[in-house]
């Protein structure tokens, strides 16, 4: 089983930008779903965006398309969220897992119910 650790959190003003990245314990690789998560206070977690290397899919909510950027570098066991013109509503806690009990990334990937491996999260507070 995949464990992950979240890093890159902070404060940041909106219009501004952060990568967060999510080291995979032992490792990972290409045929594995990999997915970002966030979940704000009082809210339901919601999946952000999804990734399958092998193929080459990648998968956003709608909420952050064309400002956020899911990549993978399987070097380093990283996945990464490039997070661009941040709004204050991007603020939440966010959360990386993995799906290895397919092949692909599920079409309901962003309920996130048949990940795994989540870790403790890294927090994203974004101001006006």
């Not at 290397?53 to 990464?80: C, H, M, P, W």
Request: glycine share 10%.
């Amino acid at each position: 089983q995949v464990q992950v650790v979240e890093s890159g959190g902070g404060s940041v003003q909106a219009g501004g930008s952060l990568r967060l990245s999510c080291v995979a314990h032992p490792y990972i690789d290409s045929d594995t779903c990999m997915g970002w998560f966030r979940q704000a206070p009082g809210k339901e977690r919601e999946g952000v965006a999804a990734i399958y290397k092998l193929a080459d899919y990648i998968y956003y909510a709608e909420f952050v398309q064309g400002r956020f950027t899911i990549s993978q570098d399987n070097a380093k066991n990283t996945v990464y969220l490039q997070m661009n013109s941040l709004k204050p509503e991007d603020s939440a806690q966010y959360y990386c897992a993995a799906d290895k009990k397919v092949p692909f990334c599920r079409d309901d990937w962003y309920r996130g119910t048949y990940f795994g491996g989540w870790g403790q999260g890294t927090q994203v507070t974004v101001f006006s």
